[in-house]
């Protein structure tokens, strides 16, 4: 999709590298959720999200109100993949925000997703939170968000 968006608008778009969506996410706070550390009730849709999709379906964007950022949905309703591929830690990593492919046992047949789903318990949603996908699979709680390059 990203190159087919980049082709149609002569722009270069592309996935988020994990350090972009964690930043992005995070919206300049430090804590669990862009909103606080606690999960509340009608901050996200997930399993005991206090919502009234929990754990049912996902909804449409801007259900829930935006960081300070301006983004909606940064926590809950689907996962979003990053650039990155799985690296079990953080060791290593780069420090200037770029994407960690498979330098240093990257496996790229996994990337990294970041932002919890539908489906998961509030834990799975804080903005620290990572997880990993295989490439070749789909389901209904896996999405995505795309960055421009200016």
């Known amino acids: 999709y990203v190159q087919w968006l980049s082709k149609q608008t ?52 801007g259900s829930f109100k935006a960081n300070a950022f301006g983004l909606h949905d940064t926590a809950g309703n689907v996962w979003e993949w990053t650039q990155d591929c799985w690296h079990d830690n953080y060791g290593k990593a780069p420090v200037d925000g770029s994407a960690w492919l498979n330098k240093d046992g990257g496996d790229c047949s996994r990337r990294v ?32 968000r795309i960055a421009r390059d200016f």
């Open 10 to 61: 002569g722009k270069k778009y592309r996935l988020p590298t994990e350090a972009e969506w964690e930043y992005a996410a995070r919206a300049g706070t430090h804590t669990r959720y862009w909103w606080g550390d606690d999960i509340g009730e009608n901050n996200a849709v997930c399993d005991n999200c206090g919502s009234q999709w929990n754990k049912r379906q996902t909804v449409p964007v």
């Open 113 to 144: 997703v970041r932002g919890g789903s539908w489906i998961l318990e509030p834990r799975s949603l804080r903005s620290a939170y990572r997880g990993w996908r295989y490439t070749d699979v789909a389901n209904d709680n896996q999405g995505f």
